[in-house]
Each structure stands twice: as structure tokens, then as C-alpha cells.
């Protein structure tokens, strides 16, 4: 199993511009969450789908951010317009039902400059 | 709503030892789970062990186990025999079992491993 799958490994992009982070779950994971690291604030999920719907979007910092999951193997993360304060490491995760745990991908770093 | 706490921000140890990683957490439900992840300088999440509220049992894994104490609300990390590549940061990390599945995560215990 290639386990989950994130793309960009690294972004850097510039303030005001449009941020689109990328994940692949593992197949037949039906729960993907959504988070992001950061020195101040730690380890904090953004959003979470299970079976492709938004379930906890309580974490998603404000009207910039937004993410969807059109299909089970597919989500992404936008931020738009992108701001010096989003620098940070987004992670993507997926676990399937009656499973405890959930597995991470290798994370994108963000830079906004 | 759940908090989790870890209350020592970094630690060191010789090649060879025995060290313990201190977490405590506050949630109001009765069955929820626990786990410690680790994060290697690669910054990769990788999961070290879990542990079921509703289990008396301490989980192990090979060198690693720990000391869970459901009264107290602690969940330590015993890490035997530790070797360098055990060198990273350690999460600790509560998620309960019904509704919803999000990870409160602590802020993390940087360990390092002395040659």
C-alpha cells in the first residue's frame, strides 16, 4: 500500500495568491481529516469527511480556507487568498470504519511570503 | 471538548536507557482511545501505540508501553532500551469513540537520544 499521498511536498508562494494542497487517502479509508502544524499552536485538525461529507469543520480558521472531497480517493485544501500567517505544515490523514487509528501522510510545507 | 497535555517540552537520554514521556488528558466521555505518535526529523506522524479507555490492560509494542492510569487521567510513554533512532518528537494524542473521530493532540515532547 503507498499509503496517503500529498502533493506539494513544499509550496512557496506569495501573499494574496491561491493555495491548493492535494491528498489521495489510503483505498478503502472512508474518513480523511484535514491538519495543520504550527509552532504556536501546535498539532489542530482544520476539517474532517466521513464517506465524502464534511463532518467537523470547526477547525477551518476562516472563509479563506476551504476543502472538499468530490470522491473517495480525492480531496483538497484551499486557501485563497493565502496570507504570511497559513505558513505551516498541512497534513492529510485517513482511517477506515471500526479503526481506531489514523495514518498520516508526509505533510506539505507551506510558505507564504 | 477534549485537552491534552504534555508537560515536558523536551528530554534527553543516554544510548541504552530507560525514559518515560508524561502525558495527561481531561475528556468527559467514558470510552475513548489513546495513542502516542511519534515525528521523526522527517516530520512524518507515525504511530507508536494505542490504548483503549475500557482496557485495564497497559498496551506494549516491542520496547515501548505504557502506564495508563484512567482515574488520573494519565497516559505515559515507557520507551526501553532506546536507541538514536528514537530520536523525535513524541505526540500524545485522545480521540473518543463515538461520534466525533478528530485527534486532540498535546504539544509535544522533544526526545533526544545521546550517544
Known amino acids: 500500500d503507498a499509503g496517503v499521498i500529498q502533493s506539494p511536498r513544499h509550496e512557496v508562494t506569495e501573499m494574496g495568491q491561491e493555495v491548493t494542497l492535494r491528498c489521495k487517502p489510503i483505498s478503502g479509508h472512508n474518513s480523511l481529516f484535514w491538519y495543520r502544524q504550527t509552532m504556536m499552536r501546535g498539532l489542530e485538525l482544520l476539517i474532517y469527511?466521513?464517506?465524502?461529507?464534511?463532518?467537523?469543520d470547526s477547525g477551518m480558521p476562516e472563509d479563506r480556507f476551504s476543502a472538499k472531497m468530490p470522491n473517495a480517493s480525492f480531496s483538497t485544501l484551499k486557501i485563497q487568498p493565502s496570507e504570511p500567517r497559513d505558513s505551516a505544515v498541512y497534513f492529510c490523514a485517513s482511517s477506515s470504519r471500526g479503526q481506531d487509528e489514523q495514518y498520516f501522510g508526509p505533510g506539505t510545507r507551506l510558505t507564504v511570503t | 471538548a477534549q485537552t491534552v497535555t504534555q508537560s515536558q517540552p523536551e528530554m534527553s537520554v543516554q544510548e541504552a536507557e530507560t525514559v518515560t514521556l508524561s502525558c495527561t488528558y481531561d475528556t468527559s466521555e467514558n470510552n475513548y482511545y489513546l495513542f502516542w505518535y511519534k515525528q521523526p526529523p522527517s516530520r512524518q506522524m507515525i504511530l507508536v501505540i494505542r490504548?483503549?479507555?475500557?482496557?485495564?490492560q497497559n498496551a506494549t509494542e516491542n520496547r515501548f508501553s505504557v502506564n495508563f492510569q484512567k482515574a488520573a487521567k494519565s497516559f505515559s510513554l515507557k520507551i526501553s532500551d532506546s536507541q538514536l533512532g528514537d530520536t523525535a518528537m513524541y505526540f500524545c494524542a485522545c480521540r473518543t469513540n463515538f461520534g466525533n473521530e478528530k485527534l486532540t493532540f498535546g504539544t509535544g515532547t522533544r526526545l533526544t537520544i545521546i550517544p
Open positions: 490504548q483503549e479507555a475500557y482496557k485495564q
Open positions: 469527511f466521513n464517506n465524502n461529507v464534511p463532518i467537523d
